[in-house]
């Protein structure tokens, strides 16, 4: 299908970004990948008058290093972040999630913030950024302003940007020399995560003084399993500690039921790849 046309503008800072979003307000849609946007518009679910497309705006592009951590521009393309030297070893969980994340073509076209400002709750990067504690800069009229990963995931595909803001970089502190797995169970390759689970785990000497776990596709939200957190602190990194732990990783959790399996399927899912994502992590 074709999609409804529209007009197109491409600024080359945030600020015409902004000036754009302002000026037609509900009528426009952001376009940063496009992978999520694009087959939107084909189907005609969405017709915007407006698309604002942010590829021409360098300084959203990049990863840096700021001290207590990194900075991963929202521009940045998947393929990107999942090879950035810094992101391996500051953040190495996001790297273990990109490799899981679709194929090459989407890694090369998709962006690390647009992905997480659709908010799928069955996406990759969600979880991962909610277990490191990530800090998301959102730019509007006036001015930027920072939000956590608790309150940046509102509801099933919404966020807490605003209608006239924008995602300008993600904030991740650094876990440097921490443990990461992404196990993720799907039927067939490529396919959007049935469930999924990011462990990053601090271990020393064969013991777990910290870990932090993120579940995807167990709500409308990406999750923190914050039971299983803090079942494992001063743990051994053993199988029957960590199964135990991992036996309360869908605790608050409302999983869906869809024809990929119902809501009790994913809740066994999410205790099972648990414990293999904490194992893995923990080096055991």
Do not use: C
Not at 63 to 92: C, F, K, N, W, Y
Not at 96 to 110: E, F, M, S
Not at 201 to 215: C, H, M, P, Q, Y
């Amino acid at each position: 299908m074709i999609p409804a046309s529209f007009d197109y503008v491409a600024p080359t800072s945030v600020e015409e970004a902004l000036a754009a979003l302002a000026e037609h307000g509900d009528d426009a849609k952001i376009l940063a990948g496009g992978q999520s946007l694009l087959p939107v518009l084909r189907m005609r679910l969405n017709a915007p008058e407006v698309v604002i497309d942010l590829n021409r705006i360098d300084a959203l592009r990049g990863v840096r290093d700021d001290g207590d951590a990194i900075t991963i521009g929202a521009m940045t393309q998947h393929s990107v972040v999942g090879s950035d030297p810094l992101v391996a070893e500051h953040a190495a969980l996001i790297t273990k999630a990109v490799a899981h994340l679709a194929d090459h073509q989407i890694r090369h076209r998709g962006t690390f913030g647009g992905a997480l400002a659709h908010a799928d709750p069955a996406g990759d990067l969600g979880a991962p950024v909610l277990a490191l504690g990530a800090e998301f800069v959102i730019a509007g009229s006036g001015g930027t302003r920072t939000v956590s990963a608790d309150d940046f995931f509102v509801d099933l595909f919404e966020t807490a940007i605003g209608e006239d803001e924008i995602l300008t970089e993600v904030r991740v502190p650094k876990h440097t020399g921490w443990g990461a797995h992404y196990e993720k169970f799907v039927r067939v390759a490529h396919q959007w995560p049935i469930v999924a689970v990011a462990a990053t785990v601090k271990a020393d000497g064969g013991t777990i003084s910290e870990a932090r776990v993120g579940l995807t596709n167990m709500g409308s939200t990406p999750l923190r399993a914050r039971a299983v957190e803090a079942a494992l602190a001063g743990q051994p990194a053993s199988d029957e500690a960590v199964r135990a732990a991992a036996a309360q990783a869908a605790e608050g959790a409302n999983p869906p039921s869809d024809l990929n399996g119902d809501s009790d399927y994913r809740r066994h899912l999410a205790t099972v790849l648990t414990r293999r994502a904490v194992l893995a992590a923990a080096g055991a």
